[in-house]
């Protein structure tokens, strides 16, 4: 009998029942809210006159509207002050614990939940927000869900799904120096498309994969999204164990792992679909349209419309027209006005650390501004510590409090017409950093760095920075 991979162990493990619709009932392990997409299931529920039903289950941040330059009560921006609140009331009346911004705990929720130890292998992970496939890295599958389904959770602690089918993503070999796991992920959704993981949770493994510290892997499982799959996971192993040890909530660590080893895919386990990627083969990459397929390698031209698959023409065409780019024009040398490192893809310790090798004893370019901004006050508490804010404001960069910040927006850091960003987050829709006009590259931290003080587009493998 051949056997099963982790998807379907921990599916089996927490399915309730099939229900009438064919979907499933799935119990939930972990729910992490935050203030955007919970004030209204918390309104659902009180509407219903309905209750939380486990939240010693529920943790929730502040991160989207939370200002990364003044966090001072009430916050400039009336909406986002009532936003907080809300949180803060919903979170107190119903007991769910809250890390506040004067805890010192406060961050981006997907980093907020793997630094605390509350993300664990084998757990069911949901989160009212798109990204929530991070949470895979540690062996655990992760959905981002709707505000309704928030509310679900909060009521009954499940969730109706529909399972998805499996694919292998196998990166066998060794990354080239200068090329990481944001590279990585670039790439696989440059060549399987940002429809390609419909229907689908990837499972990404080989040599490379097995590499890559937790941190790296956060950032591969977090953009599976973009390339339209439902889930991203990576099996736990020692690296995932010794991350782990000694965090806040990993109570019973020697249960944690033997559990961990039962619900790891077999050696004979089998996968609805597998594709295979050989790591010496990858570049440092740069998108240069608006959706991350939409992607070259560095030292690349960008495409001819007719050489692409003819369902992409139409997308090619009318990202040309928005971001004032031509077919066969090269990316390296692009100019850039605007440098953002941080976010949930690319806030964490070592991406700071990444970023800070290429800018010590640099200066940023006159004409950029570039901001760093830390996943979670406990990364920058880190980072400070180790000196990188010195680095980083020596070099002209402005750093700042932790947050989701230019991400999405929905604070006061924003782009301003049409520039154009080098951006560390992991969409580049149309208007998505703040502008309706505003131009989004996505990036390693890097290449980031690298472009702050270029004033362009680079190739970091020739800077002398890469790592």
């Known amino acids: 009998m051949a056997g099963k991979n982790l998807f379907d162990k921990v599916w089996k493990r927490h399915k309730v029942r099939t229900l009438p619709s064919g979907q499933d009932q799935l119990f939930i392990g972990l729910h992490l809210i935050h203030e955007v997409t919970s004030p209204q299931a918390f309104g659902m529920l009180k509407d219903k006159n309905l209750t939380v039903r486990y939240p010693s289950r529920t943790y929730a941040?502040?991160?989207?509207?939370?200002?990364?330059?003044?966090?001072?009560?009430?916050?400039?921006?009336?909406?986002?002050?009532?936003?907080?609140?809300?949180?803060?009331t919903s979170t107190q009346e119903f007991g769910i614990q809250y890390f506040g911004p004067e805890s010192g705990k406060q961050g981006v929720i997907h980093v907020v939940g793997p630094e605390k130890g509350l993300t664990q292998p084998g757990m069911t992970i949901a989160c009212g927000d798109s990204h929530t496939a991070t949470h895979g890295a540690f062996g655990s599958i992760a959905f981002g869900v709707g505000t309704s389904q928030v509310r679900d959770i909060l009521a009954t602690q499940t969730m109706a799904i529909s399972k998805p089918k499996v694919r292998r993503i196998t990166v066998n070999g060794v990354l080239p120096e200068g090329v990481g796991a944001k590279d990585l992920i670039l790439a696989i959704i440059g060549r399987l498309g940002v429809n390609g993981g419909l229907?689908?949770?990837?499972e990404y493994a080989g040599e490379a994969i097995d590499a890559l510290g937790m941190e790296e892997r956060m950032t591969l499982c977090n953009m599976s999204i973009e390339g339209g799959a439902r889930a991203g996971y990576v099996n736990p192993d020692q690296v995932t164990y010794d991350w782990l040890k000694g965090r806040p909530y990993v109570k019973d660590y020697a249960s944690m792992v033997k559990y961990a080893e039962e619900i790891k895919s077999d050696s004979d386990a089998l996968f609805d679909d597998e594709v295979f990627f050989n790591a010496s083969d990858l570049k440092p990459m740069v998108t240069w349209g608006i959706n991350p397929g939409q992607v070259v390698a560095v030292d690349e031209k960008l495409p001819v419309v007719e050489s692409l698959p003819e369902e992409e023409r139409e997308t090619a065409l009318r990202a040309y027209e928005y971001m004032g780019f031509s077919e066969n024009e090269k990316i390296l040398g692009k100019k850039i006005d605007v440098v953002f490192i941080g976010s949930c893809t690319n806030g964490r310790l070592t991406d700071l650390r990444e970023a800070a090798a290429v800018a010590r004893g640099q200066k940023v370019a006159e004409s950029v501004t570039a901001l760093v901004v830390p996943g979670s006050q406990e990364v920058s508490l880190a980072a400070v510590k180790e000196g990188l804010d010195k680095i980083f404001i020596e070099a002209g960069f402005q750093w700042r409090l932790a947050g989701c910040s230019m991400c999405l927006a929905m604070n006061s850091d924003k782009l301003q017409g049409q520039q154009i960003s080098a951006s560390t987050s992991n969409r580049n829709f149309i208007g998505r950093q703040g502008s309706p006009t505003g131009r989004t590259l996505l990036v390693s931290p890097a290449m980031a760095a690298a472009a702050a003080l270029a004033g362009e587009i680079v190739d970091i493998r020739k800077t002398g920075a890469a790592s």
């Not at 966090?71 to 002050?81: K, N």
């Not at 229907?199 to 990837?202: F, I």
């Open 61 to 88: 941040t502040a991160d989207h509207i939370i200002p990364t330059d003044d966090i001072s009560r009430p916050l400039a921006d009336p909406l986002a002050e009532e936003m907080l609140k809300a949180l803060e």
């Open 199 to 202: 229907g689908y949770a990837y």
